[in-house]
């Protein structure tokens, strides 16, 4: 199975703050990766697919890069909603796998 | 605008079979352009796929419940169930139904999620 690591697993950050998360694979999943957010008691929602493609109707302040097998999603400036837990997942082969999630608090 | 909403018991006992149902809302599971997924989330932890199944295609299930699983379709009532036998403590989670389209596995939308326990 492809391994995907997250980091860090937690974040503290304040609104306005720009924030990125790492999600990293353990081999090249080329740009086969995907983020979501879930907020407690809810179902993810997706966010970013194939690496650098906004959802519709999600903000543009959420943008996704790659290097190599390293992934970034970058919150431009935090609003109070975006304060939730964060998963990477890869859709290069299956079994499709997550990061272990990145969890967003307020400072 | 698609729906999808999990139904089922929301305990189980230990050795037996978990069955849940995935009802999907303003739309066809009767299209080869998507996949029909389950996925799964311990509470408190992290997100685990379990299967998918395509319309006209056969099921793809994780190596790690592959053994335990069965996906089926129903395209009289655009449903998708999900069978997992034997279960035990450990397959305590809440279960969500998830689409993705084929030749691009993002899952969108999801099910609101229902917690199965499994417990004597």
């Known amino acids: 199975d492809i391994q995907m690591t997250q980091s860090p697993s937690s974040l503290s950050a304040s609104v306005g703050d720009r924030v990125t998360i790492t999600c990293r694979a353990s081999q090249s999943i080329s740009t086969s990766l995907n983020w979501y957010q879930q907020r407690p008691g809810k179902a993810p929602k997706l966010l970013i697919y194939a690496a650098s493609s906004l959802q519709s109707g999600v903000p543009s302040r959420f943008s996704g890069g790659e290097s190599g097998t390293d992934f970034t999603l970058t919150i431009s400036s935090l609003q109070p909603e975006d304060f939730a837990t964060y998963y990477c997942?890869?859709?290069?082969?299956?079994?499709?796998?997550f990061g272990q999630g990145t969890k967003l608090e307020i400072k | 605008q698609l729906q999808l909403q999990e139904s089922g018991p929301g305990l189980v006992k230990p050795s037996e079979t978990l069955s849940l149902t995935c009802s999907v809302f303003?739309?066809?599971?009767?299209?080869?352009?998507?996949?029909w997924d389950w996925i799964r989330q311990p509470p408190g932890k992290g997100l685990e796929w379990i299967g998918d199944?395509?319309?006209?295609?056969?099921?793809y299930y994780s190596p790690s419940l592959k053994s335990r699983v069965t996906i089926s379709m129903d395209t009289a009532k655009d449903q998708f169930s999900l069978k997992l036998t034997s279960v035990t403590a450990a397959d305590t989670a809440v279960y969500y139904c998830a689409r993705h389209p084929r030749g691009s596995t993002y899952f969108d939308p999801w099910g609101q999620g229902i917690l199965v326990t499994v417990s004597s």
């Open positions: 199944m395509r319309y006209g295609g056969s099921p």
């Open positions: 303003g739309g066809s599971i009767s299209s080869s352009d998507y996949y």
């Open positions: 997942q890869q859709s290069y082969a299956v079994p499709y796998t």
